[in-house]
């Protein structure tokens, strides 16, 4: 650990948002796991599993009406309310047994992670320096993915020993822990900028100045073309370890795995390479090493040569996070961070949301090979729209900004 990292470390508002968010993390995959085995007891329907997990998704295609909130109230306030809320949500689920019941309370928990999510990527530049930034969005962005491979199988084992219940509770308490500590760390009060302007008119104002801000524009387009084009990919990881490769659920598991794995080397990785090359140029090339991951998966003539060809695609993806959060951290002013970041989620969501069905067409439409090969291109074709959106000028006669940001 070098001095940065230290320096970073002793920042205390930093350390108490990192843990807490840690803790959050992790308890979200516990109770995910929890979640479904609680909806397959209740209902025994693999299509209500799916419609839960959908039900916690939808909230965040509003997330631009949730934005204005982080730009106009205090964010301490409303990330501590988003984590009491998700409390008492979770406590709920201990006791529902009606799958009504079930989809409106993981819907209202849908809700209040929209809420939480823009606002603490909105706070995080009055937590730490624009200097920690990257190394601050890598840490974070780590732990995520850390919790990735770890919490699902500590929810697993929880469920095993302790029952769905408990899990659920631990979750609550991680919630509680996080709300705990966001109530201790100051922040400054959200740039004025146009928040005496009505909701509406607020609402437009991020829009329009999204429109004409090239580079979070095309980080925000960026979020739902490379993740529409990448995410396909998931209903294919399955069958290409069972069918393709022979290597059962053992070979799934370890291309999960290495895809958490990798996204924690490139959050780590991108903490190196910020320093030596601009962070949108690095954003880039994450796209189209991501590209040429998935024709290396494709094209791979054994499983060991697409594991690894699904690491680089796992780092690729942790070099993604780390940079767009810090890029539009630095770059967007701070009267309309939580409306980009809103509309950065919003966009992400919607890329998933057609992703994940896409996908399994593909996958038995062409099988497994193809479908990586086709993600591969159309995540090169991703990339190579979004670098246009950053070169080619446009509209900066109507914005009456300039349009490199």
């Known amino acids: 650990m070098d001095s940065e990292d230290r320096s970073l470390l002793k920042n205390t508002r930093f350390v108490r948002l990192w843990v807490g968010q840690g803790l959050s993390f992790v308890g979200d995959f516990v109770s995910t796991v929890a979640l479904v085995l609680l909806v397959v007891d209740v209902s025994g329907s693999a299509s209500a599993v799916g419609g839960v997990l959908v039900a916690r998704l939808l909230p965040t295609l509003a997330s631009p009406l949730v934005g204005v909130l982080a730009d106009r109230l205090d964010r ?14 979770v406590v709920g ?14 819907f209202l928990l849908g809700v209040a992670q929209t809420v939480f999510n823009p606002t603490v990527r909105a706070a995080f530049p009055g937590v730490v320096g624009g200097g920690d930034l990257v190394r601050a969005n890598a840490l974070i962005s780590g732990t995520f993915s850390f919790s990735v491979m770890a919490g699902p199988a500590l929810g697993g084992v929880l469920v095993a020993f302790v029952g769905v219940e408990m899990a659920f509770l631990i979750d609550a308490l991680t919630f509680l822990a996080s709300a705990a500590l966001l109530s201790t760390i100051p922040l400054p009060a959200p740039e004025r900028g146009d928040a005496e302007e009505g909701f509406l008119r607020e609402l437009r104002a991020g829009f329009g100045y999204l429109a004409g801000a090239r580079v979070p524009l095309a980080i925000v387009a960026g979020a739902f073309l490379a993740t529409l084009t990448a995410n396909a990919t998931i209903p294919a990881e399955a069958f290409l370890a069972k069918e393709t490769f022979g290597t059962g659920d053992v070979g799934y598991g370890l291309l999960a795995s290495l895809w958490g794995g990798g996204m924690i080397l490139g959050s780590a ?19 189209f090493a991501t590209a040429i991951a998935f024709v290396g998966v494709g094209l791979s003539p054994t499983f060991v040569l697409a594991l690894g060809a699904i690491a680089v695609a796992g780092v690729a993806n942790g070099v993604d996070n780390v940079a767009t959060d810090t890029v539009l951290q630095e770059r967007v002013p ?37 479908t990586y090969l086709l993600a591969g291109a159309a995540t090169a074709a991703a990339g190579l729209l979004v670098v246009l959106l950053v070169v080619v000028p446009y509209g900066s006669k109507r914005s009456g900004r300039r349009n490199v940001k």
Do not use: N, Q
């Open 93 to 106: 689920l201990i006791f529902a047994r009606d799958l009504p019941v079930i989809f409106a309370l993981v």
């Open 334 to 370: 701070d009267a309309f961070l939580g409306r980009v970041f809103a509309a950065r989620f919003m966009t992400f969501s919607a890329g998933e949301a057609v992703a994940y069905p896409l996908g399994g067409l593909l996958v038995d439409a062409t099988g497994p090979r193809p």
């Open 269 to 287: 990785l991108t903490v190196v390479l910020g320093g030596r090359m601009k962070l949108t140029l690095l954003y880039f090339l994450s796209i």
């Open 76 to 89: 301490r306030a409303v990330l501590v309310a988003a984590d009491l809320v998700r409390a008492v949500l």
